[in-house]
């Protein structure tokens, strides 16, 4: 499947806890495999589909995009890294006024 995210991620869990292997792409290179194999121009996930299996089917490295939790909360952890550098901490500058 299409690394999505946290779109995907109840999804993900939910394989897992069923016990299934479960491998994810970058949506980068199911587009740029898109590229190579066709010259079609349109995204549709009833192609993609077909592409990330034939991509699963004949990738001899697939185990390296196989789907590991930790990998997961370590996106998770960088968002909200990211979220919070964000933040601007109140001092002396920019006080809040009640």
């Known amino acids: 499947m299409e690394d999505m995210g946290y ?3 109840n999804l993900l869990k939910f394989l897992h806890e069923k016990s299934y292997q479960v491998y994810t792409y970058n949506p980068l290179l199911i587009k740029e ?3 190579a194999l066709t010259l079609r ?3 549709t ?3 993609d589909d077909r ?3 034939l991509k699963l089917l004949t990738d001899s490295n697939r185990d390296l ?3 590991n939790d930790k990998q997961e909360e370590l996106k998770i952890l960088l968002v909200i890294s990211a979220h919070l550098s964000d933040v ?3 001092g002396k500058s920019n006080t809040l006024n009640v």
Do not use: E
């Open 7 to 9: 779109c995907a991620l």
């Open 33 to 35: 495999l898109t590229k």
């Open 41 to 43: 121009m349109t995204k």
């Open 45 to 47: 996930d009833k192609k």
């Open 51 to 53: 592409l990330i299996a």
């Open 65 to 67: 995009f196989k789907h």
């Open 88 to 90: 601007k901490p109140i």
